[in-house]
């Protein structure tokens, strides 16, 4: 294996004692003018061959990888590599560095493949009674919020605030588990409540991912998952409320109505309409495909954001949330009545003003079963679309 590993030098600097470690040939008491990275001053060969935290991250990288260039310093390992068969060496790579104290990050870079191997951050787990607290709190603002919707009805109340907080799980679940399946660390999730006047009783919840997401397949698994799930579920429980629950006393006419609402409405009664008796469960449904179109906007790391930073990449990712955020924004100015994407735009705009960071594999393609988990999370956000009917 030794033989495999570059020729290693100690370099220092001369001026400031920055120190680094370089694939280089040279012979020690060579200089190499102005290269100090830190103050543009003259470097100096000092040592012949890699120090002991070196050489076992250049071993794992030699196995599956011909190592072209490196410069390192023990919080950072910067590699350019080729490899005849990436996708499944940087996989090996994750499986190997799982132990060790140094995460692989893969980017394609005008042509060229760069290894980078940043030291593995601790991750601390955060206290589970903010997450027990907010999920109690969002369970009693969707039963308030469900009383007063549906005239002081205990039992409508229930209902709502049930089968709102079941679908609600649901979508967090199955974010959960497909961090379980991939590996990667996140917490429980926050619930948001929304007490009176906001009538809906909660603005959904979130998972906070704490560790780096491995690949672009994970990354679409991870915005798919929950989305698809909690929709799913929606679904079943808005056909249920069509169907074997008589309507309750709900006649405010909705602002609008889901494609897939209107589709089962047309199902069940045979047209689609905005004004007509919602019950408990009919209007958890729609209260969900609202959320669920919200969350299914391609941009930032909305989880419509982590699928299409996956399939579009870095730079035309960033676009779409430019271009997405001043859309929403201007769509709350023409239609003001609908303060809520006026507020959405402002909030992609804000929050989402970087690059998404993206996986560490940054480089290999997706699957075709992956493209098609995609384009099914497409189509769930078509389907959550509104259908102004004015
Ligand atoms: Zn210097
Ligand atoms: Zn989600």
Redesign the pocket.
């Known amino acids: 294996m030794g033989s495999k590993l570059p020729p290693i030098r100690k370099f220092e600097c001369m001026e400031c004692k920055y120190v680094d470690y370089r694939m280089s040939t040279r012979e020690v008491g060579e200089t190499v003018p102005g290269d100090c990275p830190r103050c543009g001053g003259n470097l100096q060969v000092t040592a012949v061959g890699a120090p002991d935290w070196l050489i076992r991250p250049l071993e794992l990288v030699a196995q599956k990888f011909d190592i072209l260039d490196v410069v390192a310093r023990p919080d950072r390992i910067e590699l350019e590599v080729s490899s005849r068969k990436f996708p499944t060496a940087f996989r090996y790579l994750l499986k190997a560095f799982g132990g060790e104290n140094y995460l692989p990050v893969m980017r394609e870079q005008e042509g060229e493949l760069r290894l980078t191997l940043v030291r593995r951050q601790e991750v601390r787990a955060g206290s589970v009674l903010v997450n027990v607290v907010l999920f109690l709190a969002t369970v009693a603002s969707t039963f308030v919020a469900g009383y007063y919707l549906f005239d002081g009805s205990i039992a409508s109340a229930a209902l709502f605030s049930a089968s709102l907080m079941l679908m609600l799980v649901a979508?967090?679940l199955g974010?959960k588990i497909s961090a379980w399946h991939n590996g990667v660390v996140s917490t429980l999730p926050y619930f948001i409540p929304a007490p009176p006047p906001f009538p809906l009783g909660t603005l959904g919840a979130?998972?906070n991912i704490k560790s780096p997401i491995p690949t672009k397949e994970a990354l679409v698994e991870m915005g798919a998952s929950?989305?698809i799930t909690g929709f799913a579920l929606s679904v079943v429980i808005t056909f249920i409320g069509l169907t074997f629950l008589s309507p309750g006393g709900l006649e405010v006419p909705l602002p609008f109505v889901p494609v897939m609402f209107g589709l089962l409405q047309l199902l069940t009664l045979g047209r689609v309409t905005a004004t007509f008796a919602l019950n408990p469960l009919t209007f958890a449904g729609w209260v969900v495909m609202l959320l669920t179109m919200f969350?299914m906007i391609p941009v930032g790391q909305l989880?419509g954001g982590h699928i299409a930073r996956a399939v579009l990449g870095r730079q035309r990712h960033f676009l779409l949330t430019r271009v997405l955020g001043f859309s929403l924004l201007f769509l709350g100015l023409a239609f003001p009545d609908l303060p809520i994407f006026f507020i959405w735009g402002l909030l992609i705009l804000l929050f989402f003003r970087g690059y998404h960071p993206g996986a560490l594999d940054d480089v290999s393609p997706l699957s075709l079963r992956h493209k098609a988990l995609a384009a099914v999370a497409l189509v769930v956000f078509i389907l959550c679309l509104p259908i102004p009917l004015m």
Do not use: A, K, L, T
């Open positions: 979508h967090e974010h979130v998972i929950g989305p969350n989880d």
